[in-house]
């Protein structure tokens, strides 16, 4: 019998497209309202027009690039160049640098980043244990990975990268039923334990 994470992930495309288009006007006029920098990016988008892909090609794109030097100028007191509208404290539980470095926050909606879905369509399971080998230091990607494993109802052992031994006696131990970790360091795993 085949299964799915949630109702959303089959629905029709045509429905799916539907919903989206629905929702683009709300969104952004939502940023617009909460955030300087898409208040001022967008300034002369009409929100309400924006519900199509063709519309939504039309927009202002934010490079890699200016959304560091953006960052830049905002700090020490905006350290999102005006990007976020969540604010330090309860509502960001964490704070991320990742390469360049961009920093990012972490919201506390349940699943925050999404990838329920994707750990559910790699076959995790509820109940299922989880051996995490993403980095837990400063980047979001192990958290990433916690959220959607903690989404579909699995237990995570935080291994973090390193400390290849150490890892090892836990697989050992533990049993896990799943791996989510960089494919190379995997193979340093596989590779030690040969």
């Known amino acids: 019998m085949t299964t799915f994470f949630d109702a959303l992930e089959t629905r029709a495309p045509e429905t799916r497209e539907h919903a989206l288009m629905l929702a683009l006007p709300h969104q952004i006029a939502n940023a617009k309202k909460n955030t300087p920098a898409f208040a001022k990016l967008f300034k002369d988008v009409d929100a309400s027009s924006i519900t199509s892909r063709d519309a939504l090609a039309t927009l202002p ?16 007191k905006d350290v999102f160049g005006g990007f976020s509208a969540l604010l330090r404290g309860p509502n960001m539980p964490r704070l991320f640098s990742s390469p360049g470095p961009i920093y990012e926050p972490e919201g506390t909606a349940k699943d925050y980043w999404r990838a329920g879905r994707a750990m559910y369509a790699a076959g995790f399971r509820a109940g299922d ?11 979001p990607g192990a958290f990433i990975m916690e959220s959607g494993l903690h989404a579909v109802g699995c237990t995570v052992f935080p291994a973090g990268i390193g400390q290849t031994e150490q890892q090892l006696e836990a697989i050992a131990a533990l049993r896990p039923d799943g791996y989510a970790g960089t494919p190379s360091f995997l193979r340093i795993l596989v590779e030690k334990a040969e």
Do not use: I, W
């Open 129 to 139: 244990l989880a051996h995490n080998s993403f980095s837990y230091h400063m980047t």
């Open 61 to 76: 794109v934010t490079r890699k690039n200016d959304l560091h030097d953006l960052q830049k100028v905002g700090q020490p």
